[in-house]
Structure formats: structure tokens, C-alpha cells
């Protein structure tokens, strides 16, 4: 097969461009001389180059201290991975709350609390968070991983074991009653709007036990 065959541009002098450019551009517009058409002024292109945020990642933050991540610095938490089956039999539903500093969707999860086994720890978080208790497996489900940006401007890096919950009861009061959304979705729309893999992964593939 033969190449295909390239239209070169036929050269112009510099003086030819500026002519040309000056004689096709409309009235009132801006004139750049001396500048081919396909190219832009500096300050045009340092215009429409999108400004950096001035907000640090989680990540950012982490990378400035990176032994945390190799110290054993992990903090502990528990989480709830709340469900019910629905009424007509096909399936089962997955509850996600928002949370009340960001606004982004994850499980009712809390730090240990003195005095309380892990799985009682993350039962009275979905009931403080989501109204939600029911039937709780003593062993967890699974775990997983995220950065927790602190109160003080630190970022943590935790490991949060999951429980399973069948939710029976649903309280018409609870602790963070309208500091939150609360919304009960397949497993597959669970994933999809949480933000850490791991999670993802664990919702996607839970069944209940």
C-alpha cells in the first residue's frame, strides 16, 4: 500500500502572515502582528491555564508526613454495615448516611468506646447516626481503609472494621437526627457513591450471613 500522501503547507514569509492576518481579521478585532495564525500570545495562554487549588488533598497532606503511613500509626474505627431485605423478596438494600463535615456518602462507623466490645461500638453508631439497630454479627464482615481528616487540621490514616447489621428498628428520634442524609440503595448504588475502594469492594460483594 502506498502512503498517504501529505498536503505540505506552502511557506510564507513572516510578512505574508501578517498581511494575510491583518486582511482576514474581522473589524474591531484584536491584532496580534508578527504572530501566526496558529499561535496564541503568552498572555492568552496563561489566561485560560485553570488556576491550582488552594486547598491541600488528604493526600497532600499525608505525603508531608509519610512516616505515619509506615509506623504503625493506623487508628482504629468501627463501622456499620447496615441492610433489609425488601418487602417483594428480590434482594436486599445497603444503608449509606452523609457525613456531617463533608457531606460525602459512607456507613455509620465511630472510634472505640471505653467500656464497649467492638461490634457494640459500631451498633450504637448506626443508632446515633441513622436510628437504625437491629440483629449484629459479633465478627466482623470485613474492614477497610481511608484518611480521616481530624478537628485540628491533621490527617489520620484508619482501618475500619465493618459489622453486619439487619436493621429491625427504625427510631423516629436519634443523637444526629437531621445532620444527615440518610438513604437506603442497592448495593451496587452503595458503591457508587462512596468514595473509598475498599469500601466499594465490600458492599459490592457483601451478602448477608
Known amino acids: 500500500m502506498h502512503a498517504a500522501a501529505t498536503c505540505p503547507r ?17 473589524a474591531g478585532a484584536v491584532k496580534w502582528p508578527n504572530c501566526p495564525a496558529d499561535e496564541e500570545p503568552k498572555a492568552i495562554k496563561k489566561a485560560k491555564a485553570p488556576k491550582a487549588a488552594k486547598s491541600k488533598t488528604l493526600l497532600q497532606k499525608l505525603a508531608e508526613t509519610p512516616e505515619k503511613l509506615f509506623s504503625g500509626a493506623f487508628r482504629q474505627q468501627y463501622g456499620a454495615l447496615c441492610f433489609r431485605y425488601v418487602p417483594d423478596g428480590s434482594g436486599f438494600e445497603l444503608l449509606v448516611v452523609t457525613s456531617r463535615d463533608s457531606g460525602r456518602w459512607i456507613i455509620p462507623k465511630g472510634w472505640p468506646m471505653k467500656g464497649k466490645k467492638p461490634f457494640e ?3 450504637i453508631e448506626a443508632l446515633q447516626e441513622a436510628g437504625i439497630s437491629g440483629k449484629i454479627r459479633k465478627k466482623p464482615v470485613g474492614c477497610y481503609t481511608y484518611l480521616k481528616l481530624l478537628d485540628d487540621g491533621d490527617v489520620a490514616p484508619c ?51
Open 121 to 123: 461500638a459500631a451498633a
Open 159 to 209: 482501618i475500619v472494621d465493618v459489622f453486619q447489621i439487619e436493621a429491625t428498628t427504625f427510631a423516629e428520634k436519634f443523637k444526629e437526627k437531621g445532620e444527615r442524609k440518610i438513604a437506603w440503595v442497592s448495593p451496587d448504588e452503595a458503591a457508587r457513591r462512596v468514595r473509598e475502594i475498599e469500601l466499594k469492594s465490600l458492599l459490592i460483594e457483601f451478602k448477608p450471613r
Open 10 to 26: 506552502p511557506h510564507r514569509s513572516r510578512m505574508e502572515w501578517t498581511t494575510r492576518s491583518r486582511r482576514l481579521a474581522p
